[in-house]
């Protein structure tokens, strides 16, 4: 599973988390810094990322389109991004079995 982190969540998270999730990228690092939502979608589905968001709009996408990509949309309200690593590292269990199950879209975590 290798995420793609929205621009509402830090760039820092991909380093503070390549060790339990290689392959991840930040839509900063990927030249999509003010992009669209589908923009954003799309560039996620074609690369096999599973796109991690606070976003409620892409866990809308999620609903009306179905995967790819897949979404974890992170519901933790204005937090440290400490607190965005650690959930991501308690609920790697989750998550991975989220991303290995292909019939579910979205993920809710918070």
């Known amino acids: 599973m290798k ?14 988390l390549a ?4 392959g991840s990228a930040h839509v900063l690092t990927l030249g999509l810094a003010g992009a669209g939502d589908r923009a954003i979608w799309d560039r996620a589905a074609a690369e096999g990322f599973v796109l991690v968001t606070k976003d ?10 179905g995967p790819p990509p897949k979404v974890i949309w992170i519901r ?3 937090c440290a991004t400490a607190d965005v690593t650690g959930l991501l590292r308690f609920r790697a269990n989750a998550v991975r079995a989220f991303a290995e ?10």
């Open 76 to 78: 933790l309200g204005n």
């Open 56 to 65: 409620e709009d892409f866990h809308r996408l999620s609903v009306l389109l």
């Open 101 to 110: 199950h292909t019939e579910t879209a979205f993920l809710e975590l918070g």
């Open 3 to 16: 995420p793609l982190f929205d621009e509402n969540l830090a760039a820092r998270l991909v380093k503070d």
């Open 19 to 22: 060790d339990m999730y290689p």
